[in-house]
């Protein structure tokens, strides 16, 4: 099998990017493990979606539903219950469904797989292994794919994005929410959904509070929690046993990059995505990334976004074959946790997308961007969050000015 654009991962990311490779006039193919497309939208019954790409509020399976509905009236060629095994340098795919062994090649690959939930093994909460601890995730998919019911009274620990949208469910759904236990000083999901999802519903959020013992040997019985010192540490004296029989932990999220690393990506080691330039490609000819596989996003609509560069930049990697240029690196301050991109060419003509967060709450804060030469740009100061990415159009004129490095940070009372 040959395609010019091969896609690994029908989720937004990759539905978008195979919409927009297609449109240049490239045969694609969209590569997807599950049994349809849509990835983790279809398990998101709640509004919220779109409200910046299509300026209306949307379902999940509502707006993955449009994008299929455009994939599916271009034509474009899907390969469901199809797991990729490997991706060679030279862009050569290896992938099992039902029919056998498939070899793919392609001229351009997107790299789209997403990014899959922190395990309890990943905090290492002491205690048995009883039943009744679930990611978020997980949860989610049981109670609005598979109509069960996860249990009676549960608490949740973590306050990202699903963790808070979750305990909105779990009260409708008749489940108990004890409340809603955050490591950080600093919630880590929108505002948006701490006002919707907790404060209308009454359920309570405690902030520098962590899990640290799980009761109970068949089925969880309680947690014990206890609030944390500056450096996380558990504050002794201060444990709390909580009773329940359903734990969730919504404790962040992990690019899906195994793929990527067989194919001799380079990644970031702060976001475990790929390091890319800002045409989105990798450090690997014609492989390119976007959405949560890359870094993980607040809004389903920036990765729509992203999704469609990495399908343009993708055609145009086939039709031109552009070496690539001289690059500048992009670091960041001691206030930053990582940029997207990390390289940029310095022979642009447009704007460049850059994505940060910074590392921790920032009041009155302005965006600095320097050269080896001193201050080059200062922004208005606004306020930071590290719960919201931040996404700043980059000037041609600015990154002229430099050959090799820029470094970007938020500085206060600059």
């Known amino acids: 099998m040959k395609y010019d654009v091969t896609v690994i991962g029908g989720g937004p990311a990759g539905l978008a990017a195979a919409i927009e490779a297609k449109k240049g006039d490239c045969s694609v193919l969209i590569l997807e493990r599950n049994e349809e497309l849509g990835g983790i939208l279809n398990q998101c ?8 790409y299509f300026k209306e509020e949307l379902t999940g399976p509502e707006y993955a539903e449009r994008f299929i509905n455009k994939v599916n009236e ?28 498939l070899k793919i090649e392609s001229g351009a690959v997107i790299l789209a797989m997403g990014c899959r939930e922190r395990t309890r093994g990943a905090i290492m909460i002491p205690g048995a292994r009883p039943a009744g601890v679930f990611m978020a995730g997980q949860a989610q998919r049981y109670i609005n794919m598979e109509n069960q019911k996860i249990g009676n009274k549960a608490v949740i620990l973590g306050s990202g994005d699903i963790g808070l949208i979750m305990a ?18 600093y919630p880590n999901g929108l505002l948006r959904n701490i006002k919707q999802c907790l404060e209308d519903f009454n359920i309570p959020l405690y902030l520098s509070t962590t899990v640290t013992r799980i009761i109970g040997k068949d089925r969880i019985e309680g947690v014990v929690v206890s609030r944390v010192d500056e450096k996380l540490n558990p504050i002794e004296g201060t444990e709390e046993r909580i009773d329940c029989d359903t734990l969730l932990l919504s404790v962040g999220l992990i690019p899906e990059n195994e793929l990527s690393l067989k194919a001799g990506v380079e990644l970031n080691t702060r976001t475990n995505g790929p390091l890319v330039d800002n045409d989105l490609q990798t450090n690997i000819p014609g492989i390119f990334a976007c959405g949560n596989v890359l870094h993980v996003h607040d809004l389903v609509d920036h990765v729509s976004r992203e999704g469609e560069l990495a399908g343009q930049k993708a055609v145009e990697f086939i039709k031109n074959k552009k070496e ?17 991109p990390k390289y940029i060419t310095n022979t642009i003509d447009n704007l460049v997308n850059v994505y940060f967060r910074v590392s921790r709450p920032m009041n009155n804060g302005c965006l600095t961007i320097k050269s080896s030469k001193g201050l080059i740009f200062k922004g208005k100061p606004e306020n930071f969050r590290p719960n919201k990415m931040v996404k700043f159009n980059l000037p041609p004129k600015i990154i002229s000015k430099v050959s090799e490095e820029l470094y970007i940070d938020v500085e206060e009372g600059i």
Do not use: W
């Open 168 to 185: 909105r469910r779990l009260t409708l759904e008749g489940i108990e929410v004890v409340g809603v236990f955050e490591l950080m000083p």
């Open 324 to 340: 690539r240029g001289n690059e500048i690196i992009l670091k960041c301050g001691k206030n930053l946790v990582y940029t997207v």
């Open 45 to 52: 019954i709640h509004p919220g979606f779109g409200l910046q």
């Open 74 to 101: 271009m034509n474009i060629d899907v390969l469901l219950n199809t797991m990729v095994i490997n991706i060679s340098k030279d862009r050569a795919i290896t992938a099992v469904n039902d029919k056998g062994l």
